[in-house]
């Protein structure tokens, strides 16, 4: 069975200070990986996706950026923060060859002030 | 009902209790999948129905998709108190999953 480990935990940082999120997935080679965003009390908004080691895909323009190192790792990173930036951090995996469903990480709480 | 909604919706219910939530897709997909994300965790997948499925049951839980009115439904049976968690519809649409805004089922003991 797959495994998504998310590093931190929990973060509260200032505005304007870096942020670096990990992610590492076990139990499964070359997977889809995914970075979700959730807002407190909101729903989740897909940021970037990756097929493949080196690609990855932007789907909203939040002054973030994702790049994916290794076939198990996903990283999340940001040089300057803003205070919309709080949220919960989800990374998820997906099969490939057609199962659609998405197994997340337990996420990243951030706090941005 | 999710999509198109701002808010999180909301519902109470008692244990025991049957419920139906609603959810309104907005592009042609042939995959709706429903998840439960209780407190403080990730989400996870409950079930997945296909456009050429109608109905899929698992458990207590019964998932229909209707194609013509672009809508899906999640029934739960005899609730518990375990239940409690936001539940949200999503459809895939080329590598992207846009969730829903999500129902918040709180079932009281």
């Known amino acids: 069975a797959q495994t998504i480990h998310q590093w931190p935990v929990a973060e509260i940082k200032a505005v304007g200070s870096p942020l670096s999120l990990g992610c590492t997935i076990k139990?499964?080679?070359?997977?889809?990986l995914y970075w979700y965003w959730q807002a407190t009390g909101g729903t989740l908004q897909q940021l970037f996706y990756s097929i493949t080691v080196g690609q990855v895909e932007s789907v909203v323009q939040l002054n973030l950026s994702a790049s994916r190192p290794k076939d198990d790792q996903f990283i999340l990173s940001t040089e300057k923060l803003l205070l919309s930036h709080s949220g919960f951090y989800l990374c998820?995996?997906?099969?490939?060859?057609?199962?659609?469903?998405?197994?997340f990480g337990h996420g990243t709480k951030l706090s941005v002030l | 009902s999710q999509w198109g909604e701002e808010n999180l919706q909301a519902l109470s219910i008692q244990e025991g209790e049957d419920v139906t939530m609603n959810c309104s897709y907005k592009t042609y997909t042939t995959v709706v999948q429903w998840y439960r994300q209780k407190s403080g965790k990730g989400p996870a997948q409950l079930i997945l129905i296909r456009s050429n499925e109608r109905e899929k049951r698992s458990g207590r839980l019964r998932a229909t998709l209707d194609t013509s009115s672009q809508s899906s439904s999640l029934s739960i049976t005899g609730t518990l108190a375990t239940d409690t968690a936001v539940y949200f519809c999503a459809e895939t649409n080329y590598n992207v999953l846009y969730f829903g805004s999500g129902t918040k089922l709180t079932v009281e003991p």
């Open positions: 139990g499964k080679s070359s997977p889809n």
């Open positions: 998820a995996s997906a099969g490939t060859g057609g199962d659609e469903r998405l197994f």
